[in-house]
């Protein structure tokens, strides 16, 4: 049985109230219609389409790589959206999945059953429903004496006893192809001057056919979004997911409430997450870590046994036993040597330092490849912008730089050479040579 999806995405989010396109909103870091693109190419196999409108280059560019695309020029309701679609996909497919793009957190599997449902199904479609007092402006699922469905109300025009019903139209349908092209188009206005696809029940049930539904049992599922307030409830519901996950893998998080754990984060076990840490982008952590309180870490590869606290990483690379913090910064490019020791107010930018590296107190590393086991004493700087270029420092393996030294870039420093506490380097220090002063002179050899 083929099926193809449709995600539904044209619509305005005007109770968003912001200029941006409802489904490019973040959620867990990456642009809500991401989500519902990755759980529906899951659940069918395919890439899936997805009905859009004018002007919505932002939210191709989102979708990323095979998506197919569908103009809804005028906005004229959900089912108006639908039939958009219809002469690309008649004859296309034996089932029709359709989705509602702002249902970010509805799984693949919950869209999967949806299939499996209509797939036994004699009738022309089957419905997914959840059971909640929480409507966020659902429509209620109408049901005959007998239980079965026989249409869908929109809170708008529900009456007070239908507003009491807890069946809730959850956003996600699956149809029998050709049923569905051949009813799309009788679809009628309704009251609001739209075409509702939820009518298409109520037209199959006309017809003798039988409506199915598939529940949703996880109420996070269902959370779609129609305002910020929405956004958020769906943000936290997610959190709890993704932490949850990462508990069961054997990662221990303090206070889940305060941790962010974003969705391509690898962390390996008996790692410990303190309060207030977020991790984000592509970022892989190794095993029996400490990380935060009080730390950022975007894309970045941290190994076992690290430490970091109160620190910010950003496209920087750890090693295993190497301890940060409190109060560094790590930018893009930073790649810290097995047992390295980085302490308070550093901060570290596209350079590599060598294994068993110490760097205790407040200093700048900008472009530099330092050796094994050198000593940057506190309040180190290597001067690496001449206000045109870039320059290196390197700075052989141990080596010892005093405290408050400039390392004035283009500058190479010897294997073991060391330089006097605020030294001005602007020539190269041989092999074992002591350089002191202002500009810095080599004064004799290490004993
Ligand atoms: C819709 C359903 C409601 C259901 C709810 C659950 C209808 C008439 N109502 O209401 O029964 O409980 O979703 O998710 O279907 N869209 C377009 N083009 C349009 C209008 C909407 O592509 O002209 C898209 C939107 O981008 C959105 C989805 O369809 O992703 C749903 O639209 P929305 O306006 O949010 O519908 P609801 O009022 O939530
Ligand atoms: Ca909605």
């Known amino acids: 049985m083929k099926t193809e999806a449709v995600i539904l995405a044209a619509g305005l989010g005007t109770r968003m109230k912001s200029d941006i396109p409802k489904v490019l909103h973040p959620l867990g870091g990456r642009p809500m219609i991401a989500w519902t693109i990755t759980a529906s190419r899951e659940a069918t196999g395919r890439d899936p389409w997805v009905v859009i ?10 979708a990323g790589e095979g998506i197919k695309f569908v103009e809804q020029k005028e906005r004229l309701g959900t089912g108006h959206a639908l039939m958009q679609s219809a002469d690309q996909l ?9 989705v509602h793009a702002d249902l970010p957190l509805l799984r693949a599997e919950s869209m999967r059953r949806l299939m499996e449902i209509q797939e036994r199904n004699p009738g022309p479609l089957t419905l997914l429903v959840a059971h909640s007092g929480v409507s966020r402006g659902f429509g209620r699922i109408l049901r005959d004496e007998d239980g079965r469905v026989v249409g869908i109300i929109e809170e708008a025009h529900a009456s007070p006893e239908q507003l009491e019903l807890q069946e809730l139209n959850v956003g996600g349908y699956c149809y029998q192809a050709d049923w569905l092209w051949d009813h799309l188009s009788e679809l009628p206005l309704s009251p609001k001057g739209e075409y509702y696809l939820t009518d298409l029940v109520a037209m199959a049930v006309n017809e003798g056919g039988e409506v199915a539904v598939a529940t949703v049992e996880d109420l996070d599922e269902v959370i779609g979004i129609n305002t910020r307030e929405h956004l958020a409830q ?4 997610l959190r709890g997911r993704i932490n949850r996950h990462w508990m069961l893998a054997g990662v221990s998080i303090l206070d889940p409430s305060s941790t962010y754990i974003g969705p391509d984060v690898q962390l390996g076990r008996d790692t410990v997450l303190l309060p207030n840490t977020h991790l984000w982008g592509r970022t892989v952590i190794g095993t029996a870590c400490h990380l935060g309180p009080n730390t950022i870490v975007r894309e970045s590869v941290i190994g076992d046994r690290c430490k970091v606290e ?3 990483m950003e496209g920087a690379t750890l090693e295993s036993d190497v301890d940060v913090g409190p109060f560094a910064h790590l930018r893009k490019g930073a790649y810290l040597g097995q047992g390295t020791h980085m302490g308070n107010f550093g901060e570290v930018k596209n350079s590599t330092l060598g294994a068993g590296v110490r760097m205790g107190h407040f200093a700048y590393i900008g472009d530099a490849t330092i050796g094994e086991g050198v000593n940057i004493g506190a309040g180190t700087v290597t001067c690496n912008y001449d206000g045109e270029r870039k320059h290196r420092t390197e700075i052989d393996a141990g080596a010892f730089i005093g405290s408050d030294t400039m390392l004035v870039a283009p500058v190479r420093v010897g294997r073991e050479a060391r330089t006097g506490a605020g030294a001005v380097v602007n020539r190269d220090v041989p092999e074992r040579g002591v350089a002191v002063g202002v500009p810095a002179r080599v004064i004799r050899k290490v004993k």
């Open 53 to 62: 409108g004018p002007d919505a280059d932002e939210v191709q560019l989102a």
């Open 90 to 98: 008649r004859d296309r497919c034996d089932q029709v999945l359709v």
């Open 234 to 237: 769906a943000e936290f519901a």
């Open 310 to 312: 109160a620190s910010v």
